[in-house]
């Protein structure tokens, strides 16, 4: 289902992949610095996810700017909180590369605030881009280290804007529950020599759905 979500004075183009059974919860999920919501990887998680029964919204927002990449998540979380259509308990956010770190400051800005009503569960960074290539001395943990909800770290080993180690360490600093599956030898883009795309993109999206999956139950126990 294509819709328009509102923010400022322009909108957003967004799809939802619909479950066949009324969804008690839903997936956020965006792109990265380059392409828009149909990139592949996308597009195969949203429908590998609404047919185990989890509503997926995928939007575009170009912009190479965080900041204003994070604004339009907020204006596409609050769509979907405020939507007559799906009355969803809860949501994950989700995003690849730079959509991974925008979705990362929407928790910290809304969880810092007085917005924190726990419809956010969880956040799903697809290739968290923690440095420039090369450049490990600036890391992009910032905001991964206020988070209390949730996090999922899906990561090629041969990642040169996440290194292993380096991601490690954030980590094991991080007060929220985190797992990190790491795909190995992919690079930034889940490319690996010897293995199809279809083939990476199945192991990343039953990754994807078996973690929400565990914490939509401990949230519900």
């Not at 968290?128 to 996090?151: N, Q, T």
Request: aromatic share 8%.
């Amino acid at each position: 289902v294509k819709v328009k979500i509102p923010f400022g004075n322009k909108s957003l183009d967004a799809i939802f992949s619909v479950p066949e059974k009324k969804p008690t919860y839903g997936v956020i999920l965006t792109h990265g610095a380059g392409g828009d919501m149909n990139f592949p990887h996308l597009v195969s998680l949203a429908a590998y996810l609404a047919s185990h029964g989890v509503l997926c919204l995928r939007f575009t927002c170009k912009g190479l700017n965080v900041a204003y990449r994070t604004k339009a998540f907020k204006a596409v979380v609050e769509y979907l909180k405020l939507s007559d259509d799906y009355k969803l308990s809860g949501v994950f956010l989700a995003g690849r590369s730079m959509g991974s770190r925008a979705a990362a400051s929407v928790i910290r800005q809304l969880s810092q605030g007085d917005g924190e009503d726990g419809f956010i569960q969880g956040l799903v960074c697809l290739s968290y881009p923690l440095h420039r290539p090369k450049l490990h001395s600036k890391l992009r943990d910032e905001d991964l280290l206020l988070i209390r909800c949730p996090v999922l770290f899906v990561s090629g080993s041969a990642d040169e804007m996440c290194e292993k180690q380096l991601l490690e360490g954030v980590v094991s600093q991080m007060k929220a529950p985190k797992k990190v599956h790491w795909i190995d030898k992919a690079s930034h883009g889940m490319a690996v020599k010897g293995r199809t795309a279809d083939d990476v993109m199945e192991e990343i999206n039953v990754q994807v759905f078996s973690w929400l999956r565990e914490n939509i139950h401990l949230e519900h126990k």
